[in-house]
């Protein structure tokens, strides 16, 4: 269907993308469960310090535990739509592997003080100007946001389409540029507007140019964005008013859009949506940046097709489409023949 409004009008538009939680409602007693703990458990750490202890430590002991469950039954991250998928759960876990450490060992301490006797003169020792300790925790932080920034180069750098072998993000070359298929995304309050360019057609010798200045044949959909199988899709991320971010929740890619600003990136589609029935799993894209009061509406989805041929009959198909839509705007909007009055 067409948007109801809006200079969207002329552009191929779709409902929007439907979230389909993996959560079955039996699943739904543990949290409740767990809240519940919580709260009696806070009802009787209010009577001494010894249960805010136990509080606390019973808090720590849940948040493992439902954080490993949630783990172990695939609820917490959705299915990857590539290999760099892998990579980024990798990241991912690493940094909550790291901050778990430290959040247990906090805990720990914290817990520890809690049920030490008060010392007999009534007052704490203060740390205050212990430079040793000031050094340490400044240090060991230090080389742990260190240890992050050096592991995720590599994956950065494939994310972002490298030409060259080189592990460490370097700038995009529109002279080397070996993508499969061409797409303009452009945030708009409220939509992601695509722009495919015909990969039946030769490619644009400045993919980075033709970003901002579209061809006649271009084809342009609304909030959906489709390729193929095995496809390496070159995106020229940009926006028209406000800072949106492009979010791909299977493809673990997020990429904020800047007002004056083309940012290159590269998708890999290692994997079909469409089911072996010809249904269509749901991979949707959203807007990761509150970006106005419509933020929620820009919802759009990808689509995967198996084939690159039947990539192609749905671009030919919609390429159609937007054809006749265009020679009817223009016999709505051509001047009369005859001039009034003299029929
Ligand atoms: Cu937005």
Redesign the pocket.
Known sequence: MLLDKGPSAAFEATEPAVLHFNWSASEHWIPLALTAVAFFTWLLATRSNKYWAALIGLNAATLAGYTAWCACNQLWLPETANDLGAEVDGLFNLVLFLTSIFYFITQAVLIYTMVQKPPANGRAKPVHGNHTLEIAWMLVPAFFLAVIAIAQLPTWAKMKGQTSDSSIPVGYDPATDSSDLLVTVT?KQWEWRMRYADPAKAKPTNPLLWASTPAADDVHVVNELHAWQGAKVRLMLRTTDVI?SFFMPQFRFKQDMLPGKTIPALLRTDKTNINSDGTERCWEIA?A?L?GGN?YR?RGKVVVHATREDFMRWLSETKTKQTARKDSLAAATKPSDTPAGKE
């Open positions: 945030g949106h807007c940046e970006c933020h820009m």
